[in-house]
């Protein structure tokens, strides 16, 4: 089945516990995104990546890293959680950049940092 | 910034009946997008609309696109309680890059039975 997965669903953190939420797509994709979701703000993009090797900033990439070594898996570091970083994560893949094609959207992983 | 942003933001029917929502851009675009999102769920893609097109359907769905005044509607006919979700529209900007796509606040749609 073509998906989308992230990995953990759920995870409650502390400041400053650095963490790894891992998504990995089957589609052999070349475009994949970040986005974080909060209430009144929408979705809004941290970083994407057009290809292996190729990544670059969204709107609000301030306090996340990502890394892009193969194809199919694209995972959003934090090095220093903080608790304005509490937000609904959605990773996201296309099979050519951006608007182009359809994005196809992991379940989500709703994280909370005290 | 935000690009896109859906009107109204909430909007709550019956069923069986239509629901249209609107969706506004503050530039030019390549192409526009909607999705719908169940609650707390992933986004699902429904249409895309490339900015040369002026209306697009698919089984229920409708979307215009007016470039001229930048905006975008989503008719959902003979509507379902199944059809109740988040409704967002995405765009890029051009000139510039369509790899960074931006996404609307979304509108609530309640479809009671």
């Known amino acids: 089945e073509a998906q989308v997965t992230q990995n953990p669903r759920y995870l409650i953190t502390v400041t400053g516990k650095k963490l790894t939420v891992t998504c990995s797509q089957n589609?052999?994709?070349?475009?994949m995104s970040w986005y974080r979701q909060d209430p009144g703000l929408g979705l809004r993009q941290i970083y994407y990546?057009?290809?292996?090797?190729?990544?670059d900033k969204g709107d609000v990439p301030e306090g996340y890293k990502v890394s892009r070594k193969e194809k199919r898996n694209f995972p959003l570091i934090l090095e220093s959680p903080s608790p304005n970083q509490t937000s609904l994560y959605f990773c996201?893949?296309?099979?050519?950049?951006?608007?182009?094609?359809?994005?196809?959207f992991g379940n989500g992983t709703r994280l909370t940092v005290t | 910034s935000q690009q896109g942003e859906e009107d109204p933001q909430a909007l709550s029917i019956q069923e069986g009946e239509n629901a249209t929502m609107n969706c506004s851009y503050k530039?030019?675009?390549?192409?526009l997008q909607w999705y719908r999102q169940n609650s707390g769920r992933g986004l699902v893609h429904l249409i895309l609309?490339?900015?040369?097109?002026r209306e697009k359907h698919s089984g229920r769905l409708r979307v215009t696109l007016d470039t001229s005044k930048k905006s975008s509607s989503l008719l959902i006919t003979a509507s379902r309680a199944a059809d109740t979700a988040s409704y967002f529209c995405?765009?890029?900007?051009?000139?510039?890059?369509?790899?960074?796509?931006?996404f609307g606040k979304g509108t609530l749609l309640t479809v009671n039975p």
């Open positions: 996201a893949s296309s099979s050519v950049g951006g608007i182009n094609s359809p994005l196809h």
């Open positions: 589609m052999n994709h070349e475009y």
């Open positions: 990546s057009m290809n292996v090797e190729v990544t």
């Open positions: 530039t030019s675009i390549n192409n």
């Open positions: 609309i490339r900015s040369n097109e």
């Open positions: 995405a765009t890029d900007e051009f000139p510039g890059s369509n790899y960074k796509l931006t």
